[in-house]
C-alpha cells in the first residue's frame, strides 16, 4: 500500500481531478445495478477456461462432498458458539461462493435464505473496496454486514464475509450468517411495530471490515457492542461467526491444495450453472399459464388496514415474469415494506423448499425468473422507508410462489415435490427486553417463531407447528432453557387449541398457543409484531379452508403468583379457559391484534398469543369421518366443525360414527350448496362494488382499478402516489376523545 | 386426451372444455376462467371459523373480522362439490387464479395418460 501513497497537494491538477472524479463519491449507498439483478454472474476468464476444458462429474461430485461437510462442520461449530437465541434454534446457514459472489453451497441444516442473498454485498464489495486503498480486500479479511439494503434479509441477521485466496486472488468467499436479534433499534430485537423510519432500525451495517488478519478488529467490535442491547451476545457471536469463517477458508484451501485451483473454481462456478440451467429446464416442462393470488396484510403493525399484495407468476416458454403489480403503495412511517431483492429471496426460498426440493437452496434456482413492479409500493419500496418487518411481505410472496407451483405443478407428468395448501407464514413470536435475572440487559425473540404449521397435502394432512416456513431445519428451542435465562416463565407451553388449523379433504397442521407469565421485580417486556388478527394469513388449496386468525390476550393488574400460591383451582394452563371463565377477581383482561408495541410488564402479569395452523387441501365433505373423529378426540375441531362443517354424525358420549345418518347429513350439504350458490353473473351484478368496503383503509388495487388506493389518502397512479405518513393512533384516539368532550360539553 | 388441472377440475383438450372431476360435468370453454361456470356462495367466516374466545366481550377472539374478510365458495352446478375456495374483501371480484394456456397444455402434456400423469393424487381420489 505504502508504494502508492502521494500526498494530494503535490499532484498536478489534472491528476487531482481524476483522482477526485474515481474516488469521492458522496456516499457509497446500495447500488441500484447490483440490488435489482438476482442473476447468475458471467463467467470469469478462469472459470471460462476451465469449464470449456470439459467437466468431470465424478470429481466434483467428491468435491461437492467434502465442501458440503466442511460446511457442515462449520454449521455445528457456529451453533454451539453463539449466544443468539434465534441461531442457537439454527437460524444460520454457511456457504461458499464463487469470486464473483454467486452462493454454489450452502450448509445441509439452518436457514439457507439467508445465503441465497448475499451474492448482493459480495458484488457490493469488490465493485466499492477492492481497489480502494483505504479498504481493499486481502487474506483474513472478514466483512460484516446486517442492512438489508445491501443484501441479506433483514437488519437483525448479521453475516461474515471472509474472501479464499490463491496466489494472490480471490477464487473464492466464505460466509457464516445468522439471525443475531439486538441490533440497537428503536425497541429490543431490532423489529417491532414502533419501528417508524430506517433511523429508528438500529445499526445499520453496509459492508464493514471488521476483521483483519483473522482477528476481530477492538475498536469496531466495542462501537457494535456499545450500541446494542445485548453486548455479550453480539462478542460472542462475531467470535462464532469468525471461527467458523476460519474453518470454512481453512477447508477450501485444503480443497485447492487437493484437488488443484481449477478443479475448486470449476467446481463452484459449475454448480451454480448446474442450478441455473436446472431451474430453467424444469419452468420450460410447464405449460404456459398464469397464477395469481392476491394476499391483505391486515394491519400497518399500528393500526388495522387492508394492504393488498398481488403476485401473478406467468409461464412462458422457458421464463417465469412474476407481477407484483397492483400491490399496496409503500407506507412511509411503517416498517412492514419490502424491498425488491426481499421479494426475490422468498421466491427462491419457496422453490427450493416447497416445490423444488431435490434442488439445492441457491438463487441460481430462479435465474429465468424476472420480476415487474410497480416501484415505491410494498413490494419495491424506496430507500426512505423503513423496512424492519420486510418478513410480512416476503411470507406472502413465499406461500403465493407455494400456492402458484403447486397449481402449475398439479397435471404435471413430472412433479418434485408433493401437491400441498399453504404453510403458515407469519412471524408469531413473542419479542422481549429489559433485564434479566441475570442483570444483563437484553432483547431478543422466542423460538417459537419456529413453530409454523405445515400445509395440508393432497394425500395426508399437515404436520402441528412443524417448522417455519423459510426453513425446514431448525428448531423452537427448549422452554426451560428460555426461564434459565429470561426473567418470565411459560405458564403455557404448547398447548392446541381448538380450530387452529385449515379444514378441508386433509387438513393443515394445527398449532400451540403459550403465555409467559413474568417473574422477578426488574423493568421487563414484551411485543408481538405479527399480521392476520382479521384475515386469515395464509390459504387452503381446492376447496381447503384457510387458517383462522389471531391474537394477543393479557391479564394485568394482578400478581398471578400470588393466585397460582393461594388459590391454583383457578389457574388453567389455557387461553381461552382464562379468558372466557376470568376467575380471578380484579385482574384486567383484554385482547389485542397480532401487533402490540413494547411495554414493560410487572411481576405476575400474562401475556399470550398463539402460533398458526396450515392451509387446508380440498372439499371438507371427502374428509373421512373417521379422521374427522379422531381430529375432535384430539382436540384439533369443535364438536360444532365436526358436525356442521364436515357434516359427521356420531354419538356425543362414545364418538361412534353413524355412517348412514353422516351420508345423509353429506348430501344435504351437498343440496345446501346447489340451492344458495348463485351464478357468476347474478354474483357480479349483487355482491361485486366498485369501491374497498369503508370499514378499514384500503391500499393496493381493487378490482382492476388503474389507480392504487392509498388508505386515508385517496387514490392515484402507480407513478404519482402520494407519501403515506400514517398519523400516530394515539394522535387519532385523542383527537376522537377531544370531539367527544367538546359534544358533550355542548350539551350540558 | 383428458388432463386433471386441479384435484377436482378436469380439462378435455380435444373438446376444450372444463370438466368436474367428480360427476363428469361439462361446465364451459377451458380458454375461460372456470370460476364462470360455476355457483358463488359469499360466506360468513365465522361459521368456518368459530371463535376460541368470547366474541361479546372481545374484538380479537380467533376468528376472521366479517367487516374485512368473506369466503367466496364455488361449487359444481350439478353435484355441489366444493371446487375452491376464495379468502377475500367483502365487494371484490373473484380472482382469476388459474389460467392455462391450453394450445400450451397440448403440447406438453398431450402425451401424458390422466391416469399416470397425477399417480399420488388419482391414488387418493375417493
Ligand atoms: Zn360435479
Redesign the interface.
Known sequence: MSTNLVNPDTADDQELVDRFLSKNRAFLGPDPAIQRNHHVAARSLHEEQVLSAGVDSNLYAEIRSGLRAALDETFKIAEMTVASPAAQCADMSTGYFTAAGDLSLASTRGVAGFTVSLHYPIRFIRKYFEADDTVGIHEGDGFLLNDAHYGGIHSPDQHLFMPIFHDGEIVSWCVCAMHEGEIGARVPGGMGPMIESPWDEGLRGSPIKMVENYALKTDLVTFFQNSCREPQTMLADLKARLAACCRMERRGKEHIARYGIDSIVGFLRSNVEFMRDEGRRRIA??????????F?I?DTMRE?A?LKVMYCFTVKGDKVIVDLRGSSPELFNRPINSLLSTQVLGVAITLAHHIWPDMPCAQAIIDCFEFITDPGSIADCSDQVPVALCIQPMFKIMTAAELAFA?LY????K?YG??KAGWFNQPAAIIYGGVTQHQDSCGNMCGDLNGMAGGAK??EDGEHSIAPCFGANVDIGESEDAEEKLPFIYAISKRI????CG?GKFRGGAAYEYGLMRYGEQPFGFQTFTGG????ST????????C??????RVRGKNLFNVLKETPELFEAS??SI??DRLIEGAE?????MAVAFELYPEGELFMT?QGGGGG??????R?PEMVIKDLEEGLI?A??AS??YGVVYDAETYAIDEAETAKRRTE???G??A?????DE??AT???P???P??P?FGR???SEELYCGPFGKALPSELPPIIMPDPKDVEIQQLKSQLAALQTLS | MKVLATEYLRVDLQKEMWECDRCDHVLGSARENYKRFLLIHDRNPREVHHPLLDPERYRFCFSPDPEVCVIYEFYCPNCGLMMDVEYTVPGHAPLHDLELDIDSLKEKWSGSDLQANSATTAAFRS
Open positions: 416442462e410447464l405449460p404456459d399459464g398464469t397464477v395469481r393470488t392476491q391483505y391486515d388495522p387492508l397449481k398439479f397435471g404435471a407428468p412433479k408433493k401437491t393432497c394425500d387449541w381448538p380450530g387452529n379444514f388478527s382479521y384475515f386469515p390459504f387452503g388449496l381446492y376447496g381447503g379452508y384457510a383462522p386468525t389471531y391474537g394477543t390476550v387461553m381461552a379468558m372466557n383482561y383484554s385482547s389485542h391484534s398463539s387441501y380440498g372439499d371438507v365433505l371427502d373421512d369443535r360444532e366443525t356442521d362443517l350439504i351437498l343440496k350448496r346447489l344458495q350458490g348463485i351464478s357468476w354474483f357480479m355482491r361485486v362494488n369501491e374497498p368496503p370499514a378499514v384500503f381493487w378490482n382492476n
